[in-house]
C-alpha cells in the first residue's frame, strides 16, 4: 500500500502529538477542571482525567459491534473518533479517540509489532519547521511529553509505518480532530489497551472519507 | 460465565427490536430490555456497569493476560493487569476465580494442554502471592480448546497464548474441592 505523506517520517520515524507547551496561568486555570489528581505509573506520574467533564460518548465503554472483523483485533474509525477492541459475540470495547493529521493520512492494516512504556518523543522536521521552539526531543515521562505512558506503534512487514496509538496530556482533544499527531487516547484508555493487545495484534484504520482517490487501500 | 453476557446465549431466537441488519443475536434473558442490534449500541449487559460487577471487572481491569511462544512465565504488563485484578477482587470478596489456561505454541496438543495448565497455575499462584485466598481460585488448562482466532500467524497465536480470569459465584468440577 501507499503513504500518502511519507515523507514526514523523517529519520525517527516518530509522528506524535502536539507537545504541551507551558500555558499561560489562565489557561492553567481552565485546564485543571479536566484533571483530578495525579496517578503513580512505573516510576512516573500522569495527570488523571477528570471523567466527569469528559462526555459519555467519549468513554470507554462494551458496545455491540458488527462488522466481518474478527475478535482479537483492533479498529480505528477516525471520522468518528473510536477505536474498537473487538471481542466474540459481536462485542467491542470502545475508546474515544483524537486524531492528528497524521492519523488520517494512512489507512489499511497493520500489526502493533512494538510497545513502550512512557516513549521518548522526537518531533518529526516538518513539525519542528511549524512550530518554531520545539525540542529535538522529549525524554519519556517528563511531564510535557505529549505521547503519555504508552505507545503501540503499528508495522507492516516489518517495517515501522510510523503510526502511533498513545496518550495525550490534553483530555478535551480526545472525539476531536487535532492538528498533528495520530491516534491520541486518554492516559487511563491507553495504558488499559496496551494491557489487553499483544505484540502481533492486528489493527485496522479504516479508510476517512475524502481520502484522495489515488491513495491505494491497503486490503 | 455469568448469565447477563451474550456468549453464553447460542439460540438463536428472534426478538423484538431487530437490526436492519437481520442478525438474530439474542437469546431469552433476564433482561427484556433489548437494544438494537447494531454498531454502538450498548452490548447486553453494559447498559449501566454497576460498581463490583463482572462488567466492572472486564472493563474497568480486563480479564486476559498474555504469554510469550512457549512460556508460562508472567511479564511485567501480565503482572500489571494481575496486581489490578487482585486489587479488584480484594474489595469484592464475593467473587471466585476461575482461571482459563490456552496454548496455541508448537508442539502437541498434548504439550498445549500442559503448557495452558501452567499458564492458568501461574496466574494463581501470582494472584495468591497479591494477596487473594488461594480458596477463591482455581486453575484448568484448555489447550486449543477455545481459540481467538485460527491462523498460522502471531497475529492470531498471540491472541490465543492467554489465561482468563473468569469470575464465579461458585466452584464446578474442575475446582479440585
Known amino acids: ?26 489557561a492553567q486555570e481552565v485546564a485543571s477542571k479536566w484533571f483530578a489528581g495525579a496517578v503513580d505509573d512505573t516510576g512516573y506520574r ?6 466527569k467533564v469528559i462526555e459519555p460518548q467519549w468513554q470507554r465503554q462494551m458496545v455491540k459491534y458488527f462488522s466481518p472483523q474478527p475478535p482479537g483485533t483492533i479498529v480505528i474509525d477516525t471520522r468518528n473518533h473510536f477505536l474498537y477492541w473487538i471481542w466474540e ?64 506503534y503499528l508495522y507492516r512487514d516489518n517495517r515501522d509505518l510510523g503510526y502511533r496509538i498513545h496518550g495525550t496530556l490534553e483530555p478535551w482533544s480526545i ?21 489487553r493487545t499483544p505484540r502481533g495484534t492486528r489493527t485496522l484504520v479504516l ?13 | 460465565m455469568s448469565t447477563s453476557l451474550v456468549s453464553t446465549c447460542r439460540a438463536g431466537i428472534l426478538v423484538l427490536a431487530v437490526s436492519l441488519a437481520g442478525f438474530v443475536a439474542g437469546c431469552t434473558t433476564v433482561n427484556l430490555t433489548r437494544t438494537p442490534d447494531e454498531t454502538n449500541a450498548p452490548a447486553p449487559g453494559f447498559e449501566t456497569v454497576s460498581v463490583g460487577s463482572e462488567e466492572d471487572f472486564i472493563i474497568n481491569v480486563g480479564r486476559r493476560t498474555y504469554f510469550a511462544k512457549g512460556s508460562a512465565t508472567l511479564d511485567a504488563t501480565a503482572m500489571r493487569t494481575l496486581d ?11 467473587w471466585l476465580v476461575k482461571l482459563q489456561g490456552h496454548a496455541d505454541d508448537p508442539g502437541s496438543v498434548e504439550a498445549d494442554r500442559l503448557l495452558s495448565q501452567r499458564r492458568a497455575e501461574a496466574v494463581m499462584a501470582y494472584l495468591v502471592t497479591r494477596g487473594v485466598a488461594p480458596s477463591r481460585l482455581w486453575a484448568k488448562g484448555y489447550a486449543r480448546d477455545r481459540l481467538v482466532r485460527d491462523c498460522p500467524d502471531i497475529e492470531c497465536k498471540a491472541q490465543n497464548r492467554r489465561v482468563v480470569s473468569n469470575l464465579r459465584t461458585e466452584k464446578d468440577d474442575a475446582a479440585p474441592n
Open chain 1, 89 to 152: 459475540n459481536n462485542t467491542a470495547l470502545r475508546y474515544g479517540v483524537g486524531v492528528g493529521k497524521e492519523g488520517f493520512q494512512w489507512f489499511g492494516h497493520a500489526r502493533i509489532d512494538r510497545k513502550a512504556l512512557w516513549p521518548r518523543w522526537v518531533p518529526p522536521p516538518e513539525m519542528r519547521k511549524r512550530t518554531p521552539g520545539l525540542p529535538l526531543k522529549v525524554e519519556g515521562g517528563a511531564p510535557d511529553n505529549p505521547l503519555g505512558p504508552r505507545a503501540l
Open chain 2, 84 to 94: 489490578a485484578q487482585a486489587a479488584w477482587l480484594s474489595g469484592n470478596r464475593r
Open chain 1, 175 to 195: 472525539g476531536k480532530d487535532v492538528s498533528s499527531g495520530c491516534i491520541r487516547m486518554f492516559p487511563e484508555d491507553v495504558i488499559d489497551l496496551y494491557q
Open chain 1, 207 to 219: 479508510e476517512h472519507l475524502g481520502a484522495p482517490a489515488d491513495v491505494v487501500h491497503a486490503g
Open chain 1, 1 to 26: 500500500m501507499f503513504l500518502t505523506r511519507r515523507s514526514l517520517l523523517g529519520s525517527a520515524g516518530a509522528l506524535a502529538a502536539v507537545t504541551a507547551l507551558p500555558l499561560p496561568a489562565l
Open chain 1, 46 to 51: 500522569y495527570r488523571r482525567t477528570n471523567f
